[in-house]
T-cell receptor, first 114, second 113 residues
């Protein structure tokens, strides 16, 4: 079955280290997204991509980067991890059908920055 | 400012009972409204999507309503089950080029036996 996976599921790192979170989908969706979820906040968009080599900044993109070299993967990189980036990160993919698109979310990665 | 407010923040009900969750939004221009269910430790899963022309949509025991004039939506759960215990998130999409989703903070529902 087609699916969207994230790895690792849990990660502990130290302040200042570079961290990359993986996202892989097998639906062949053009659209992919990264969100973070924190207590007291709704999900917030970090970066998104509408296709290969396309990337766009979201609401909370500072300190994060993405690259899209193929349809299936959108890795998220924290260039120099900060404690404020401790969060749960969700990847999603979608395809537009008519006037709407449904986003399918991965299981999440819990990142702790010490 | 584009905002999505949900109430109540949390809710506890007995198994078999019905409940209604509320969502108010100030998003403009509006494209569509979605309800997601998020189980603990998992990603959100879509329940319903409604455009401004739709005022009700059902998915099994879940029924969402939308009043685009008052900018209010509700999610009604019928005959609740233990498996309904989760966070329910209201999400509003902006009508613009590209994807712009405004997420509510969610209502945490606990169903007890």
């Amino acid at each position: 079955d087609a699916e969207i996976t994230q790895s690792p599921r849990h990660k502990i790192t130290e302040t200042g280290r570079q961290v990359t979170l993986a996202c892989h989908q097998t639906w062949n969706h053009n659209n992919m997204f990264w969100y973070r979820q924190d207590l007291g906040h709704g999900l917030r968009l970090i970066h998104y991509s509408y296709g290969v080599h396309d990337t766009n900044k979201g609401e909370v993109s500072d300190g994060y980067s993405v690259s899209r070299s193929n349809t299936e993967d959108l890795p998220l990189t924290l260039e120099s991890a900060a404690s404020s980036q401790t969060s749960v990160y969700f990847c999603a993919s979608s395809v537009r059908i008519g006037a709407t698109d449904t986003q399918y979310f991965g299981p999440g990665t819990r990142l702790t920055v010490l | 400012k584009n905002q999505v407010e949900q109430s109540p923040q949390s809710l506890i009900i007995l198994e078999g009972k019905n409940c209604t969750l509320q969502c108010n939004y100030t998003v403009s221009p509006f494209s569509n409204l979605r309800w997601y269910k998020q189980d603990t430790g998992r990603g959100p899963v879509s329940l319903t999507i409604m455009t401004f022309s739709e005022n009700t949509k059902s998915n099994g025991r879940y029924t969402a309503t939308l009043d685009a004039d008052t900018k209010q939506s509700s999610l009604h759960i019928t005959a609740s089950q233990l498996s309904d215990s989760a966070s329910y998130i209201c999400v509003v999409s902006l009508q613009q080029a590209g994807t712009a989703l405004i997420f509510g903070k969610g209502t945490t529902l606990s169903v007890s036996s």
